[in-house]
């Protein structure tokens, strides 16, 4: 049997899970569909001689292309809930996943769309199919700790309806502008008293490039490293800073933007859980920035 062939063999193994994978986090059987397609050609495309475990790896890949639609989704406001997020394909209705992935209805699917892609994401992939959170991490670009606080979170908005997601996103507003207030007045402590004592900050290699840059140019701007933790660290890093951020919507989430005229330079997109910030992302990379929907508040 040819390389090829012993691929596309182990891959039609896995099939029917891949698009309980897919159906799960886009409620569509047809985008589901169109998902495992996608999976399949990377995987024709890819050397996976290292690959230790390809049913991990393709389960990777069908959540980052759902990712990528929910994404997209979420800029053009639409939802998939209809018929189509009910109607079973032929080739899955014999063989689904078993447990809280098989009871999935309607009423899940209308929570699950209030959801952000990365709650989505985490939730779907560790709730229902037990992947680690050590796995779903690089997924949706975020530590262990953020994506286990995402499946968290999405798993009490699950829980508590659409009511709870409203709550939640009211109370992460609240923080994150009183995170920006701290920062603009200087306020250690009160930074402090709004980080998680794991707090971490990260950012993009766009990022890390431009504070190196202002640095050495005599800028009164910290460096930055792509990872630091520590609430005292992080909070250090905004001491009497972010003066020209505003607070906006990030892809459903309360976060920061630092928009000069107008247009998008740099995003700061929050983790928070039960009150306090778990994670910081700095977004300063033009096509992450352009791929995420952004609202300004008053605009």
């Known amino acids: 049997m040819g390389e090829e062939d012993f691929l596309a063999t182990q891959f039609m193994a896995n099939r029917t899970h891949l698009a309980a994978v897919a159906h799960r986090m886009l409620g569509s059987w047809s985008e589901a569909d169109d998902a495992v397609q996608e999976a399949f050609l990377r995987l024709m495309r890819t050397d996976t001689r290292d690959v230790v475990n390809l049913r991990g790896w393709l389960t990777t890949v069908v959540a980052r292309v759902c990712l990528d639609v929910l994404r997209s989704r979420k800029r053009r406001r639409e939802s998939p809930i209809g018929r189509d997020a009910e109607a079973v394909p032929d080739e899955t209705a014999a063989d689904h996943e078993t447990g809280v992935a098989d009871a999935i209805g309607v009423g899940m699917l209308v929570v699950l769309e209030e959801l952000t892609p990365a709650e989505r994401v985490a939730f779907v992939l560790h709730d229902m199919f037990e992947v680690a959170f050590d796995e779903i991490a690089p997924i ?3 530590s262990p700790a953020a994506a286990r606080q995402l499946a968290s979170r ?37 930074l402090l008293a709004l980080l998680a004592p794991d707090a971490v900050l990260r950012a993009d290699a ?19 490293a792509p990872e630091t933790h520590g609430r005292e660290a992080v909070a250090e890093a905004f001491k009497g800073r972010a003066t020209a951020a505003q607070v906006a919507t990030i892809d459903d989430e309360a976060g920061l933007v630092f928009a000069p005229g107008g247009r998008p330079f740099a995003v700061f997109d929050f983790v928070v859980d039960a009150g306090r910030i778990i994670e910081i992302s700095v977004i300063v990379d033009r096509a992450r920035i352009a791929a995420l929907r952004l609202q300004m508040e008053g605009a």
Do not use: H, M, T
């Open 140 to 142: 949706i670009n975020r």
């Open 154 to 190: 999405g798993r009490r908005r699950v829980q508590g309806g659409q009511a709870s997601v409203a709550a939640d996103r009211e109370r992460q507003r609240e923080v994150v502008a009183a995170f920006l207030a701290a920062s603009r007045d200087g306020d250690f402590s009160a």
């Open 206 to 224: 766009a990022a890390v490039a431009l504070a190196a840059s202002r640095a050495r140019a005599g800028a009164d701007a910290p460096r930055l």
